[in-house]
Nanobody, 124 residues
Framework: QVQLVESGGGLVQAGDSLTLSCATSGRTFSSYVMGWFRQAPGKEREFVATISASGSSTYYADSVKGRFTISRDNSKNTVYLQMNSVQPEDTAVYYC?????????????????WGQGTQVTVSS
């Protein structure tokens, strides 16, 4: 059974930086793509970023490109989301997830394993 546990959320001010972490267990972490999603109140879950198994390829949603960076440390079975210049519209519950397939995908339906989420609140 795969387990994903996010941490690092909190209350920050607009313009601040924040790093989310997602620790994984239960399978060979280094063999799989990982992704981050977010869900704001009253909105659908949306794609944020994804990273290849090796970490050499990444893909971002336009809304976070240039501000957020996804990375991974396969020796620690952990994926990160560095969030810079956060804005109130970044307020959401952030989830890490893992798909079953090898490609970099942005559709939530393609992701099979999900963490419980961590709340990020950005005040103006």
């Amino acid at each position: 059974q795969v387990q994903l546990v996010e941490s690092g959320g909190g209350l920050v001010q607009a313009g601040d930086s924040l790093t989310l972490s997602c620790a994984t267990s239960g399978r060979t972490f280094s063999s799989y793509v990982m992704g981050w999603f977010r869900q704001a109140p009253g909105k659908e879950r949306e794609f944020v970023a994804t990273i290849s198994a090796s970490g050499s390829s990444t893909y971002y949603a336009d809304s976070v490109k240039g501000r957020f960076t996804i990375s991974r440390d396969n020796s620690k079975n952990t994926v990160y989301l560095q969030m810079n210049s956060v804005q109130p519209e970044d307020t959401a519950v952030y989830y890490c997830a893992a798909p079953l397939g090898p490609g970099l995908v942005s559709a939530a339906a393609r992701y099979h394993y999900w963490g419980q989420g961590t709340q990020v609140t950005v005040s103006s």
